[in-house]
T-cell receptor
Framework: GAVVSQHPSWVICKSGTSVKIECRSLDFQATTMFWYRQFPKQSLMLMATSNEGSKATYEQGVEKDKFLINHASLTLSTLTVTSAHPEDSSFYIC????????????????FGEGSWLTVV | SQQGEEDPQALSIQEGENATMNCSYK?????LQWYRQNSGRGLVHLILIRSNEREKHSGRLRVTLDTSKKSSSLLITASRAADTASYFCATDPAGGTSYGKLTFGQGTILTVHP
């Protein structure tokens, strides 16, 4: 089946630095990717919608200058947390929407494995 | 985005018992999906039910959908200790351009005791 890979799975960074998380669709073209954030013991909250070749659409309350999203190709979207602070520590997970190569067709959603970010 | 409601927030049962989780939502949907999440891990897609469906089965899972009440339920029969996890419902909004832009419920933490 289709696979969405996130990297890194775990990252620890110092306060004030930036960290990049990649979301890659491995066997299909993802026209749209979604980025979610999940704080411990809470649900997933949509942060932004990333469309290939255009600017991301951010949900209300999400700072676009802090969470930079780039979707430069049909298989890769990146989320960069800039000037990270301890309160940015969270589980970040992406999902991808697209047509699976050789599949039955139709839009399907696939989630990555998630990335744990700890800012110290 | 608004979050749906799930109840109970936590459920503790013995192996072999059935577990029922409920989800309510607020907007028109294209489909509703249930996911499982083990502690600290990613999401596992369990089942998708479309807005024109009322019930769906997959192995030990049974999902119902009542669009008039904007609610869904997930039943896990003959539970196992390995079913211990958090369970989330997620709604996919009606309207083609938003397909896949999921709104998640608060989740139910299920603990199955051996």
């Amino acid at each position: 089946g289709a696979v969405v890979s996130q990297h890194p799975s775990w990252v620890i960074c110092k306060s004030g630095t930036s960290v990049k998380i990649e979301c890659r669709s491995l066997d299909f073209q993802a026209t749209t990717m979604f980025w979610y954030r999940q704080f411990p013991k809470q649900s997933l909250m949509l942060m932004a919608t990333s469309n290939e070749g255009s600017k991301a659409t951010y949900e209300q309350g999400v700072e676009k200058d802090k969470f930079l999203i780039n979707h430069a190709s049909l298989t890769l979207s990146t989320l960069t947390v800039t000037s990270a602070h301890p309160e940015d520590s969270s589980f970040y997970i992406c999902s991808a929407r697209g047509l699976q190569i050789g599949g039955a067709g139709g839009n399907t959603i696939y989630f990555g494995e998630g990335s744990w970010l700890t800012v110290v | 985005s608004q979050q749906g409601e799930e109840d109970p927030q936590a459920l503790s049962i013995q192996e072999g018992e059935n577990a029922t989780m409920n989800c309510s939502y607020k907007t028109s949907i294209n489909n509703l999906q249930w996911y499982r999440q083990n502690s600290g891990r990613g999401l596992v897609h369990l089942i998708l039910i479309r807005s024109n469906e009322r019930e769906k089965h997959s192995g030990r899972l049974r999902v119902t959908l009542d669009t008039s009440k904007k609610s869904s339920s997930l039943l896990i029969t003959a539970s196992r200790a390995a079913d211990t996890a958090s369970y989330f419902c997620a709604t996919d909004p009606a309207g083609g351009t938003s397909y896949g832009k999921l709104t998640f419920g608060q989740g139910t933490i299920l603990t199955v005791h051996p």
